[in-house]
């Protein structure tokens, strides 16, 4: 190869690159400048009163974590904030209640062995944050 040929490969890159990133930053311009605004501009946003609102925590008093049982049905003990709705979770079965009162009692089917359950409280008021817990109980069968 003679020494024009690759001074002029080597310049056509150089300006062939130089071409590319002008474009690509000019078209990033031009699409910002055209998109539309979805959310409304941020002004005196007005938040339901909430001062001496305090939702109750989720509270379970049975069964307690690392719990070995020999029957294959427990009982959930506990307190939740009124109306909200619990979700109880775990590889066998999930379970979904409202809250009627603060204090709620059920039973629940466990697995042979470990049983790693979650228990959500979703509030009947949106801007409260769903509280979760995580247990594990055992169950292990007696005539094993």
């Not at 190869?1 to 690509?24: D, N, P, R, W, Y």
């Not at 959310?39 to 009163?49: G, H, T």
């Not at 009692?105 to 470990?114: C, K, M």
Request: a neutral charge.
């Amino acid at each position: 190869m003679k020494k024009e040929t690759i001074i002029a490969v080597f310049l056509g890159l150089l300006f062939g690159g130089i071409v590319a990133v002008f474009i690509s930053l000019k078209s990033k311009d031009i699409e910002l400048s055209t998109n539309k605004v979805i959310a409304p501009p941020k002004e005196n946003v007005l938040s339901p009163n909430l001062t001496g609102t305090e939702i109750q925590s989720l509270e379970l008093s049975e069964p307690a974590n690392n719990a070995i049982f020999d029957n294959d049905i427990i009982r959930f003990k506990g307190t939740a904030a009124k109306e909200s709705l619990i979700i109880i979770q775990s590889p066998i079965k999930d379970l979904t209640f409202k809250n009627i009162q603060e204090k709620f009692d059920l039973e629940f089917p466990l697995a042979l062995g470990e049983n790693s359950i979650k228990i959500v409280v979703y509030p009947k008021e949106k801007q409260f944050r769903p509280q979760e817990k995580f247990i594990k109980v055992y169950y292990i069968d007696s005539e094993l």
